[in-house]
């Protein structure tokens, strides 16, 4: 049985930083592309990176590109997503999702949430 779970969450000021952690269960971690998606109050799920099973390659939508930062440790199966140069914007239901693109079908997380707010 997949099992995501994330953590990492909270309240942050903009301009600062947080990192996510999802650690993956119920399946070959190492064998499968990963992804981060996020849901803002009254929106839509959005993609926001994604990264190759091996870590190879990354992908991050234009709203967070050079500003955050996808990795994973398949020995410790777990994915990252570190965040700086937060935005309010940026205030979100943060879901790890067991493919590359975030596809709402795809399994996910509970989520952890994020808050950005001075």
């Known amino acids: 049985q997949v099992q995501l779970v994330e953590s990492g969450g909270g309240l942050a000021q903009p301009g600062g930083s947080l990192r996510l952690s999802c650690a993956a269960s119920?399946?070959?971690?190492?064998?499968?592309?990963m992804s981060w998606a996020r849901q803002a109050p009254g929106k839509g799920l959005e993609w926001v990176s994604g990264?190759?099973?091996?870590?190879?390659?990354?992908y991050y939508a234009e709203s967070v590109k050079g500003r955050f930062t996808i990795s994973r440790d398949n020995a410790k199966n777990t994915l990252y997503l570190h965040m700086n140069s937060l935005k309010p914007e940026d205030t979100a239901l943060y879901y790890c999702?067991?493919?590359?693109?975030?596809?709402?079908?795809?399994?996910r997380g509970q989520g952890t949430q994020v808050t950005v707010s001075s």
């Open positions: 990264i190759y099973s091996n870590g190879g390659a990354t």
């Open positions: 999702t067991k493919d590359l693109y975030g596809s709402p079908s795809a399994s």
């Open positions: 119920g399946f070959t971690f190492s064998n499968y592309a």
